[in-house]
């Protein structure tokens, strides 16, 4: 479990230091205040991308930690130990994440440097993440069989993707072989000249991109260059944008103390200008940035067009010639140092297959047995989130054609209403009913988890009242099995956390920071009654307060 998180200079958090217990903590603040930061934090010590806007603004860099409690025995302690990673002491673990203004990272493990690459993969056994947009991807097909495959015991998925990669390479050298034997001559010829061509050019995988994006930058880099000068002087000049705002805030602040009601207009402002200024900095130093190099550009320029002409000349997309060149290749390999009969490799065309064939079949009796249990679970939640009468199927049929993923085609089915036939979730479930479902099947998963900590990132937007407790208590189990965090705008679910957590945005002169408070009993109350009932607290909403903790014990 996650037990301590420290970070300085992220985003507009300077210094936090926020210990975590077992149970449900709810995360809680005003919109807009940040609470999605600390999700964001913990993302990164797992291995997200870094990006340097996420430096607070005026530091060098940005200083995150955690320190996660492993059990006695578990796959995080086996790889740390894998890795030679582990800790003095083997019940916890340190990570470390450095990001810099220049958009650089450095990560460590127990106090040792390690590739982001291992962050994440060790994060996979520590921490889970449910977005608040991940309702929305149940709609998608691939994600949809990538969900119920999650469900799965042992590894057939994988066991299927490596059949089929076998037959696949099995069926391809067979098709090579025999157009190689209809016509060697001829053929050898032509590759020879094709490979050579491509040789010439020595393709590498993903650097076609890359060239396009450096040689669009280049190509336009006097034109973006004028465009942020300009826009940097028209807000620093002495007759700028941040000047005549200044002298429009000097007016102000003086009449402020003859008549008090102007002081909201003066607080927008002031943050006004505190933006104005953060974006001057920013196109300056963009501008900064800005490389013209001609010399480079023609080089770029060059070695596109030869990326063009050779995709044009073999009908496939730039993107794709360094794979075409491996395959070519490989072809004549095979032709100039001989190799398997056409015979031979008939026979491993017909093993691979049928050994596909058994691990797809084995899949899909794995998948039907998962969802008849997972449709009868979610359609038991639904019923308790305010569904009455609908109902949940995971529908199963065979693929138009042999796949990685084995010869099933996978769509989630919904009745929202009782009498009507399931249909395509994406075709009949509302926005709400969409929430509620998603939030079904994702707690319905996290069951499943052998992960410690679970996180959940509003997950329950799009519903209310009753149905907002249900979540809660639901939540709440969850908790009694797993740490969970959940971050969240509704006091019913707020109030069926074990602890609450709230994220406080102040300003002063220097910017906006965040703090994260836990709160005790009284303090709860408070800030349920403000979810309850908005900044103006009143008896009634205290009392609501008092009661929704009172009802979850």
Not at 27 to 50: F, M, N, P, W, Y
Not at 290 to 296: G, I, K, N, T
Not at 418 to 426: I, N
Request: charged residues 25%.
């Amino acid at each position: 479990m996650l037990r301590l998180i420290s970070i300085h200079d992220f985003a507009i958090i300077d210094q936090l230091e926020l210990e975590l217990d077992t149970g449900l903590s709810a995360l809680t603040g005003e919109t807009g205040a940040g609470k999605s930061i600390l999700i964001d934090v913990i993302g990164q010590l797992l291995g997200d991308r870094a990006d340097a806007g996420m430096v607070r603004e005026g530091a060098e860099q940005a200083d995150l930690s955690a320190e996660f409690a492993l059990p006695d025995e578990g796959p995080a302690t086996a790889w740390l130990a894998e890795q030679e990673l582990g800790a003095d002491e083997d019940d916890h673990v340190l990570l470390r994440r450095v990001l810099t203004r220049q958009g650089k990272s450095r990560a460590w493990i127990n106090g040792r440097p390690v590739a982001v690459g291992q962050l994440r993969t060790l994060g996979e056994w520590l921490v889970d993440i449910h977005g608040q947009h991940a309702h929305q991807q149940l709609l998608q097909r691939d994600t949809q069989r990538h969900w119920l495959d999650g469900f799965l015991e042992g590894h057939p998925v994988a066991t299927v993707r490596d059949a089929y990669r076998a037959w696949r390479e099995a069926a391809r050298a067979l098709e090579q072989a025999r157009e190689a034997q209809a016509d060697t001559s001829d053929r050898l010829d032509l590759l020879r000249f094709q490979t050579g061509e491509l040789a010439e050019l020595a393709p590498v995988a993903d650097e076609y991109p890359r060239l396009l994006s450096e040689q669009n930058q280049l190509a336009h880099g006097t034109e973006v260059l004028t465009a942020l000068q300009t826009a940097s002087q028209q807000i620093e000049d002495d007759s700028g944008l941040d000047t005549q705002l200044s002298q429009v805030l000097h007016a102000l602040q003086d009449a402020v103390q003859h008549d008090e009601r102007i002081q909201p207009a003066v607080e927008l402002l002031e943050s006004a200008r505190i933006q104005i200024d953060e974006a001057g900095d920013t196109l300056r130093r963009l501008a900064d940035s800005v490389e013209l190099d001609p010399e480079r550009l023609a080089e770029l320029d060059t070695r596109v067009s030869e990326y063009l002409r050779l995709a044009r000349k073999h009908h496939v997309d730039p993107e794709t010639l360094p794979g075409l060149y491996d395959e070519l290749q490989a072809e004549l390999d095979a032709l100039e140092n001989g190799g398997q009969t056409v015979e031979a490799l008939e026979a491993r065309e017909q093993e691979t297959r049928s050994a596909f064939d058994t691990a797809a079949t084995a899949l899909t009796q794995a998948r039907q047995h998962a969802a008849e249990h997972i449709g009868q679970a979610v359609t038991d939640t639904m019923q308790e989130l305010g569904m009455a009468g609908g109902h949940f199927e995971i529908g199963i049929e065979p693929a138009d054609k042999p796949q990685a993923h084995g010869l099933d085609q996978i769509e989630f089915r919904v009745a929202a209403n009782p009498g009507s036939a399931p249909q395509p979730m994406a075709k009949v479930a509302s926005g709400g009913e969409l929430s509620r479902i998603g939030l079904a099947l994702q707690v319905l998963a996290s069951q499943q988890q052998t992960v410690p900590t679970l996180i959940f990132d509003e997950v329950d937007s799009g519903i209310s009242g009753a149905v907002a407790e249900v979540v809660g208590r639901k939540l709440r189990t969850l908790g009694e099995r797993h740490q969970v965090l959940c971050v969240t705008h509704l006091a019913q679910v707020a109030a069926q956390a074990h602890h609450q957590l709230e994220v406080q945005k102040t300003h002063a002169e220097n910017g906006t920071r965040t703090a994260i408070q836990p709160l005790d009993d009284e303090h709860r109350v408070e800030a349920l009654a403000r979810l309850i009932g908005g900044s103006q607290l009143t008896e009634t909403t205290r009392t609501h307060a008092r009661e929704l903790l009172a009802a979850a014990g």
